[in-house]
């Protein structure tokens, strides 16, 4: 759903568990596009405005997006990489007992914290993609065609070690 919604330009802004369903072990859908928001044809990116009512995902965000508002496919990407690891913490909430403030702190510059490796994902998979989609840069994280094609390429046995589809 996100390689389609990046082919179509669309930004999502909001990827997260919550707003991934599940209508069998087959049928996944992306849902909730209320925070959207499509690129025009030169468009790279879309900046928001600051205001004080303006509410966003900030556990979910990459550092750009926090820092400067600035959303664009690669700041999904990395939603999408806290939604994997929503998926093998078992709906943990990420950064959990942080506030805004301090998630913006860890996951920035100089520290560039990441998420820990949830009990329930395989090693190789944290390494090569989760990690991959929280790169503080922008531009060292992967597309989401690139993405499909890496999970497309898990054996038979890394699929049973990640868990069953039932």
Known sequence: GMTYLEEQRLIHRDLAARNVLVFSPDMVKVSDFGLSRSLGASEQ????????????????????????????????????????????SYGLHPWAGLNGHEIMSAVNQPRCERLEIPDACPKELYDKLLLSCWAHEPSERPNF???????SELSPEQVRAIGPCE
């Open 45 to 88: 990116y879309y900046k928001s405005e600051f205001s004080g009512n303006l509410r966003l995902p900030i556990a979910w965000l990459a550092p750009e997006a926090i820092a400067f508002l600035r959303f664009t496919h690669a700041s999904d990407v990395f939603a999408f990489g806290v939604t994997l690891w929503e998926m093998f």
């Open 145 to 151: 065609r690139d993405i499909l094609c890496q999970l």
